[in-house]
């Protein structure tokens, strides 16, 4: 497994991120869309939100490519509806290139606990 993490901003609106939330609720998320996710080769993915910032983290297969999925989204209608709604309530990062939304996120810094031996 590979781990990936990215971010995103929301339009700082309270009502919009309060519908972004209802979209990713479990009984309210689009079943075509958790298939295209699965499909890539994205094994979990948990989205987190602290004000209007979002935080994505990806497990995905040893096969999974962004490039890959970028196609496979690309030629999936209703992946193009879904983003087209989400772009709604998203807006890219300060320095995300032109048509960038989610920026994959460089680690600075790692703590692993080591158990002591006997």
């Given at each position: 497994?590979?781990?990936?993490?990215?971010?995103?901003?929301?339009?700082?609106?309270?009502?919009?991120?309060?519908?972004?939330?209802?979209?990713?609720?479990?009984?309210?998320?689009?079943?075509?869309?958790?298939?295209?996710?699965?499909?890539?080769?994205?094994?979990?993915?948990?989205?987190?939100?602290?004000?209007?910032?979002?935080?994505?983290?990806?497990?995905?297969?040893?096969?999974?490519?962004?490039?890959?999925?970028?196609?496979?989204?690309?030629?999936?209608?209703?992946?193009?509806?879904?983003?087209?709604?989400?772009?709604?309530?998203?807006?890219?990062?300060?320095?995300?290139?032109?048509?960038?939304?989610?920026?994959?996120?460089?680690?600075?810094?790692?703590?692993?606990?080591?158990k002591q031996q006997p």
């Amino acid at each position: 497994m590979k781990r990936y993490t990215l971010a995103l901003d929301l339009k700082d609106d309270p009502a919009l991120i309060k519908e972004y939330e209802y979209w990713h609720q479990a009984e309210n998320g689009w079943p075509e869309i958790k298939k295209s996710i699965e499909d890539a080769g994205i094994a979990n993915m948990e989205i987190y939100r602290t004000g209007n910032r979002l935080f994505m983290i990806m497990e995905t297969e040893e096969h999974f490519s962004f490039e890959q999925k970028s196609q496979m989204d690309a030629s999936n209608a209703k992946v193009q509806e879904w983003e087209q709604l989400m772009w709604k309530f998203q807006q890219p990062l300060p320095w995300a290139r032109d048509g960038e939304k989610w920026i994959i996120m460089n680690k600075i810094f790692e703590l692993q606990h080591k158990k002591q031996q006997p």
